[in-house]
């Protein structure tokens, strides 16, 4: 940079315009694809499943506490009945043989009634088991993911406000610079680049152009060094604007 002030050819401000755009792009792909991000997406999508699978764990636990509760109400008229008829066995010691036996067949009854309640009740419960356990698993699994996701969204914050700052930076050079370009030039390029995929001017590195990366004949390479300076030389191949080494302006 000996001669700072000195008037650059326009194909090497194009060039430098292209750098910047290339940067930009590298930038905002960096931006959209940065890993923190995916993780965050994925770390969301889990914490979906685990709550849509939460629901039908709670729905589930719900239906066996409300059929144990109905089991207990159950229980609890089998033995109030079984208690009414032993007092009513206790207080009828002259009542007619068959009645008595009436009674203590149904309270029999109530016995085995009341033994089948409770062998449903324990299937119930053993159900019940495992099910609070997988409860208070999805549960600390949300806990651990939501830890994880504000762990996430906060170094995905930083990583987009240092992308931002430097995509900002990259922004006013770029305008700075493109303010340097004559406006047929500047229209061509936004023109090639709109079409092949955000680069419209390449260099030509030896005789290969490194915007398509293909090797020029030489006798064409010839040609464009030959090249009057103000002439655009294109690459044949990819149509972009090529920059011959001696305008480059590179270091
Ligand atoms: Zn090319």
Known sequence: MSEASAPRHPLAVLLAVQDID??????????????????????SERAGEIRRRSVALERRAEELSSALAHLEE?????VARRKALEDRLYGARGAAGRDLAAIESEILQLRNRLGQLEDEEIVLLEEQEPLDASRDASASQLALLAERSAELGARVAEADAAIDGELAR????RDEEAAR????????????????????????????????????PSAEVDRI???????????????????????????
Do not use: F, M, N
């Open 22 to 43: 290339t940067a930009i792009a590298q930038h905002e792909h960096r931006k959209a694809t940065l890993l923190e991000r995916r993780e965050l997406a994925e770390a």
């Open 74 to 78: 159950q229980s609890a008229a089998v």
């Open 170 to 173: 990259l922004r006013a050079a």
């Open 181 to 216: 370009l004559p406006d047929a030039l500047a229209r061509r390029y936004e023109d090639l680049r709109a079409r092949l995929g955000g680069t419209g001017a390449a260099r030509l590195i030896g005789d290969r152009c490194d915007g398509c990366h293909l090797t020029l």
């Open 225 to 251: 060094r030959h090249l009057p300076e103000d002439a655009i030389a294109t690459c044949d191949q990819c149509g972009r604007i090529l920059v011959r080494a001696s305008l480059a302006g590179d270091a």
